[in-house]
């Protein structure tokens, strides 16, 4: 799990999925609680601990949820063949536009979500719409 300060910006930064989220056990955010230590992550244990002004950290398994469909079982594996040609695929366009902007798969994967589903790509410190 990415808890880095990059990652934790973008998430921050990435009002659209930030937006309507429910937080579930398991869950890893930022929550600051210190001003002091403005870095402090938390897993949720319960749906109630998240209180405040807290930043959701998605996991890479919830990335991926929110660009595949809900199908039928028999349509799963080829449904993530088709998710994995396409990441693959965005992942070298992306190298060549940001060079080393990511440093984990939850960023890639953040890059990929953005992108496909609300039209932005990250310039390392804002999501900006893609023109």
Same mark, same amino acid.
């Given at each position: 799990? @990415? ?5 934790? +910006? ?5 009002? *659209?999925?930030?937006?309507? $989220?429910?937080?579930?056990?398991g869950?890893y ?9 403005? &870095?402090?992550?938390?897993?949720? $244990? $319960? #749906?109630?601990?998240?209180f405040? @002004? ?6 890479? @398994? ?6 595949? +469909?809900? $199908?039928?079982? +028999?349509?799963?594996? %080829?449904?993530?063949?088709?998710? %994995?040609?396409?990441?693959? &695929? ?10 080393n ?6 960023q890639? !994967? %953040? ?5 496909e589903k ?6 390392? #410190? *804002? !999501?900006?719409?893609?023109?």
């Amino acid at each position: 799990m @990415d808890l880095s300060p990059e990652y934790i +910006k973008m998430c921050e930064k990435a009002k *659209e999925i930030q937006k309507g $989220h429910k937080f579930v056990e398991g869950d890893y955010v930022q929550q600051i609680i210190d001003p002091d230590d403005p &870095a402090q992550v938390f897993m949720i $244990h $319960h #749906e109630n601990d998240a209180f405040g @002004d807290v930043v959701w950290l998605p996991r890479q @398994d919830e990335l991926q949820a929110m660009v595949t +469909k809900k $199908h039928d079982e +028999k349509f799963k594996a %080829l449904e993530w063949v088709e998710v %994995l040609e396409a990441l693959i &695929a965005y992942y070298e366009s992306m190298k060549e536009k940001t060079l080393n902007l990511t440093q984990s798969w939850e960023q890639v !994967w %953040l890059f990929y979500v953005m992108e496909e589903k609300f039209n932005k790509s990250w310039d390392g #410190e *804002e !999501w900006r719409p893609i023109t």
